[in-house]
């Protein structure tokens, strides 16, 4: 699943409201004295601009997004490239790429000092996450149901937040969200760093080792989404 997405800023929401009144709006003259055509073609033109880029950045988004399930799926569900060498290699690098880039588009809806926040926070809690899962007796690995159901109860949230945007923007319930999302892979995190580790009821095998660490670069990616999403500040 790609990255989810960031609460709605001001500058997101009112973009396409933005190009269309530029576009109509400063079109034509309607009235004005002729020295200020070429200010409102300047407009214009600007305005044009600003939907090209923004056509352009969907198209990005999309085929990164296509890249991401892509490589994920064959790394997930095909153990052939994902056991041999180079193949393995090669998708997991265009795979990070690709969750790169969708990672930096994201941030990029966030001023600087909140994402650096966020970033701390991540890294402070996956260490600290690292650390519990190796030295804990308590078995990660047994709770897979548990961590369904989480999951699901996390997919259902989503989805339902999806139908109700359009209509209307509810802080509290994306800050709900955000936390659960950040709690359901945080413990994901504990149960993929201990089945990597081995010695407990589950474990992966020696040859499982880009598999193992593609599901713990995941986790890290949507705990510091879902940070972004609970404190980051938006861009004005």
């Known amino acids: 699943m790609p990255p989810p997405c960031p609460a709605t800023s001001p500058t997101a929401r009112n973009w396409s409201r ?3 009144s530029i576009l109509t ?11 200020d055509h070429p200010v409102r073609m300047r407009r214009v033109m600007r305005g044009v601009s600003w939907t090209q880029q923004g056509h352009s950045d969907v198209a990005k988004i999309a ?19 994902r056991r041999h060498f180079p193949w393995n290699l090669i998708l997991l690098t265009i795979f990070t790429l690709s969750m790169a880039y969708l990672t930096g588009m994201l941030s990029s809806y966030y001023n600087t000092t909140s994402v650096l926040l966020c970033l701390s926070i991540t890294a402070l809690v996956c260490l600290s ?11 990660f690995t047994s709770c897979q149901g548990v961590l369904f159901v989480l ?3 996390l997919f259902f949230s989503g989805l339902i937040l999806a139908i109700l945007l359009p209509f209307q923007y509810v802080p509290w319930l994306h800050a709900v969200y955000a936390v659960l999302g950040a709690g359901v892979f945080t413990l994901f ?11 407990r009821r ?17 986790d890290i990616i949507y705990i510091f989404t ?3 999403q609970l404190f980051g500040t938006n861009r004005e």
């Open 151 to 153: 999951l699901m109860t």
């Open 202 to 218: 589950h474990s992966l095998s020696p040859e499982e080792y880009i598999f193992g660490a593609l599901n713990i670069y995941l």
């Open 63 to 81: 085929l990164f997004n296509a890249v991401f399930f892509a490589t994920y799926l064959t790394l997930a569900c095909c153990s052939g490239p």
């Open 189 to 199: 995190l504990a149960f993929d760093t201990q089945l990597l580790m081995g010695s």
């Open 18 to 20: 933005s190009s269309v």
């Open 226 to 228: 879902f940070f972004l």
């Open 25 to 35: 709006s400063r079109s034509f003259p309607s009235g004005a004295e002729g020295g």
């Open 129 to 139: 996450v690292t650390v519990f899962s190796f030295q804990t007796k308590f078995d």
